[in-house]
């Protein structure tokens, strides 16, 4: 009989701070169509990565990435990254020198967000080799754990969905349209 109450309290103690739980607040999505391949879905950092999200999201409104494609992806002699933001990979040959060096002409100073490169799926802003505050439109998205890159790259967000999609992704892939969502959409 004792058991029996005290289940009875803690359910009731449950459901009380259930009732006066407050909700989350929505997150930022930004979703990927990739041609041939499907969806990703990316949650981003907006309260730890201001200046880059605002950038991004940005970008995204203005249809910058619309028909652009994945211009390097390293997948041996171990799974790596791929990565994306070039404008001129829409047209110009995947390997072109001129495409690790392209954006969108507007510079995002590096921000330390409390996030590592630890996992696969985790999103970086690309920089210019040895200037961490030479962002712009171009991002990496990690296909294995890559610790090395911390300090060096704002991790502004993570792969939640399709991560099937990240893997199959091959060097020409287009992504038709980029979007920008929330959690409650």
Avoid: W
Avoid at 75 to 101: C, E, I, N, W
């Amino acid at each position: 009989m004792r058991l029996c109450r005290v289940q009875i309290l803690l359910f009731a103690l449950g459901l009380l701070s259930f009732a006066f739980a407050k909700p989350l607040p929505p997150e930022t999505l930004m979703r990927l169509d990739v041609d041939g391949r499907g969806v990703i879905k990316i949650l981003l950092y907006t309260k730890e990565a201001p200046k880059t999200t605002d950038h991004i999201i940005d970008l995204v409104k203005k249809n910058f990435y619309d028909g652009q494609k994945f211009y390097r992806v390293v997948k041996t002699p171990r799974p790596y990254l791929v990565q994306f933001g070039a404008p001129d990979s829409r047209t110009k040959a995947m390997d072109d020198p001129d495409l690790p060096h392209q954006g969108s002409g507007t510079k995002v100073s590096f921000e330390g967000s409390g996030h590592s490169n630890d996992a696969a799926g985790v999103v970086g802003l690309s920089t210019q080799q040895g200037d961490k505050d030479s962002g712009d439109s171009q991002f990496y998205i990690l296909l294995a754990p890559a610790k090395f890159l911390d300090g060096n790259y704002t991790v502004f967000g993570k792969v939640i969905e399709g991560m099937d999609v990240l893997k199959a992704i091959e060097k020409g892939d287009v992504v038709s349209g980029v979007t920008i969502t929330t959690s409650e959409n």
